[in-house]
């Protein structure tokens, strides 16, 4: 077997040119996982600066979040699927590119809309962009140990991507500007660029042969739409026409991409597969699990500085532990997994987690950081990282390689969609109990409200899982035609923003 260079998955045995492009690939592919990762963490702290800045609704602000995380969720296999199609370089290229140039949009926006369209923008690129970085390992690095320990490395640095946002954007906004969590994407992004467009070689797979674009169209636009109409209720009421379009809107392009996927030779989402139980219920479960997990990151942000009064830099060093408990709980799930079982441990994950917004659900105006931020925060983001492990392990469960990473895509995309959703909700649970009053003494109790009403969708989680959940634990296969993305579904893995890896599949009922 070959040796590689420094646990980085560059085979030694290379010649000195082949090794240079070999670490030009592995260096672009990091990056780009860097910066997709990061994007979804980074703004969490400087929120109450753009807010300021633009004069954003407190309901409107969590668009500044939602509008990447819904078009890079419901974007991401249609992007690899595009990879696939016109060739890794190109599509990387084109993403890193469209990902780079938003960025320094939404760093000069002037207005709220510039910012939130700018967002949704860097959204697509990050869609096009995640999938390519996987592939251009995948297809680049000899398949073997330089393989698994590239993709290793892949791996570590979109968790520490995750892990990072909260500081990152804590030390630019304090010390620069919060336009600063997005310039810096700039500098770096035309450097991997031109990096990139040298160095790499192009390859594309020639079985893939259309795109779903209707689909991929349908599932954001319907999301988005429902999102929407959650967050009009909070000011026009659950009865006013305002809300009520929307909501109804969104289901109709919903059960339109259910349709549009039956029909679909190359559908974007076979739908055939969440006839196993294994599939369907750990998707549903992530999906649960991600209303209201996401959202936390987002409340103690708000809580830590618009009710505490830290800094930013201050905020961001205080969620540390939040975000190595989230590594620590993903990365110790496996040793857990092998001697309680998936189920047990997705549950108990699932079930710390929901005692930890219990737990927060006590913030008040003078909570001192041991017990009002450190001690629940450490609880709920260790639980959510027990459980997402076991519950990826039974998603991508099959014996079929060539589904693997497919059903890694579905799972990422579930879990996004999940905390894009859950964070409308959420939001507007809490605008609503603070009724337009901005005190510190109101946004607490609204935060508190939200962090209550994640714990009971987490305890919803939990008796879904003690029933739905398969029991046993080994492969499945099902007879039929498998959807051809290739690997890049892996892009799923994504999610260790939040600390999740991605384990062998192994799980049926």
């Not at 970085?133 to 690095?141: I, Y």
């Not at 909260?166 to 600063?180: A, E, F, K």
Request: hydrophobic residues 50%; neutral net charge.
């Amino acid at each position: 077997m070959a040796q590689t260079s420094a646990g980085t998955g560059i085979p030694s045995t290379l010649d000195a040119s082949s090794k240079a492009r070999l670490w030009a690939v592995v260096l672009a592919a990091c990056a780009g996982q860097f910066l997709v990762v990061l994007d979804v963490s980074v703004v969490n702290v400087a929120l109450p600066s753009m807010r300021r800045t633009l004069a954003l609704s407190e309901s409107g602000l969590q668009w500044v979040l939602n509008a990447y995380t819904l078009t890079f969720a419901g974007l991401m296999l249609l992007g690899g699927r595009a990879a696939d199609l016109f060739g890794r370089k190109a599509v990387f290229l084109t993403g890193l590119a469209l990902f780079t140039a938003a960025s320094l949009a939404g760093g000069l926006a002037q207005e709220p809309w510039h910012l939130l369209a700018a967002r949704g923008v860097q959204g697509m690129g990050a869609a096009i962009l995640a999938p390519a970085t996987l592939t251009l390992l995948t297809t680049s690095v000899p398949e073997g140990s330089a393989r698994t320990k590239a993709v290793a490395t892949w791996s570590a640095v979109g968790a520490g991507g995750g892990a990072a946002g909260g500081l990152v954007g804590g030390v630019l906004t304090d010390t620069l500007s919060w336009r600063w969590v997005l310039l810096i994407n700039v500098p770096v992004g035309a450097l991997v660029l031109v990096a990139a467009a040298v160095w790499l070689t192009e390859s594309r797979e020639t079985t893939v042969r259309r795109l779903d674009v209707p689909g991929a169209l349908l599932v954001t636009l319907g999301l988005g739409a429902v999102a929407y109409g959650i967050v009009r209720t909070d000011t026009a009421g659950w009865t006013a026409p305002s809300a009520l379009g929307p909501l109804f809107a969104g289901l109709a392009m919903l059960g339109l991409f259910v349709a549009v996927e039956a029909r679909s030779h190359e559908p974007l989402v076979p739908l055939r597969l969440f006839r196993r139980r294994a599939v369907s219920s750990a998707n549903a479960s992530i999906f649960i699990n991600g209303l209201a997990t996401f959202a936390m990151w987002y409340f103690l942000s708000l809580y830590t500085q618009n009710v505490l009064h830290y800094t930013p830099l201050q905020a961001g060093f205080a969620m540390i532990p939040h975000s190595l408990s989230i590594v620590l709980g993903s990365k110790s799930a496996p040793y857990l997994m092998a001697r309680i079982g998936d189920r047990a441990l997705a549950v108990t994950g699932t079930a710390m987690a929901g005692l930890g917004y219990v737990w927060q659900s006590s913030v008040h105006t003078g909570g001192g950081y041991a017990a009002t931020i450190l001690a629940p925060g450490v609880l709920m983001a260790l639980g959510a990282g027990l459980a997402a492990t076991p519950l990826a392990t039974i998603a991508t469960a099959t014996k079929d390689p060539g589904e693997a990473g497919l059903l890694s895509g579905l799972f990422g995309t579930g879990r996004t969609m999940g905390g894009a959703l859950g964070l409308a909700v959420l939001s507007t649970v809490a605008a609503a109990r603070t009724d337009g009053h901005e005190n510190p003494a109101a946004l607490a109790d609204g935060y508190g409200t939200a962090f209550r009403t994640g714990a009971v969708v987490l305890a919803a989680s939990v008796l879904f899982m003690l029933f739905a959940l398969p029991r046993r634990t080994e492969p499945e296969t099902v007879v039929g035609e498998v959807g051809e993305v290739g690997e890049v579904g892996e892009v799923g893995e994504v999610g260790d923003v939040e600390g999740t890896a991605s384990e062998p599949a192994r799980a049926t009922e």
